[in-house]
């Protein structure tokens, strides 16, 4: 599955680029998951294990811009992350906030 399926594309000078999105906060709730990190997690592998879903990866990166590196599927081993609960009210402000 690729992890940019759902990002929007436009054409420049001819080149199918992507158009830069804009993220929305994710809330914080009471449902939320706690999880701690081992070898070999990655966002998309966490995203298909809570969600059914790996290109929701972002998601969890999102919800988690204070401890991990932002550019990488990646995450380091032996931190405690946050995986929401809802993804539907995050899915539908992403697409309020890029359409």
Do not use: C, H
């Not at 969600?51 to 599927?73: E, F």
């Not at 995450?75 to 359409?99: D, H, K, T």
């Amino acid at each position: 599955m690729n992890r940019y399926q759902n990002i929007p594309k436009t054409k420049i000078e001819g080149k199918e680029v992507y158009i830069t999105s804009r993220y929305p906060e994710v809330p914080l709730s009471e449902n939320d998951i706690y999880v701690y990190t081992s070898i070999g997690d990655r966002f998309d592998i966490l995203a298909q294990q809570f969600y059914k879903d790996s290109s929701l990866w972002w998601i969890i990166s999102i919800a988690n811009t204070d401890k991990l590196n932002q550019g990488s599927l990646i995450i380091p081993e032996g931190i405690q992350i946050r995986i929401p609960y809802n993804p539907q009210g995050v899915i539908s402000a992403f697409n309020l906030i890029n359409s």
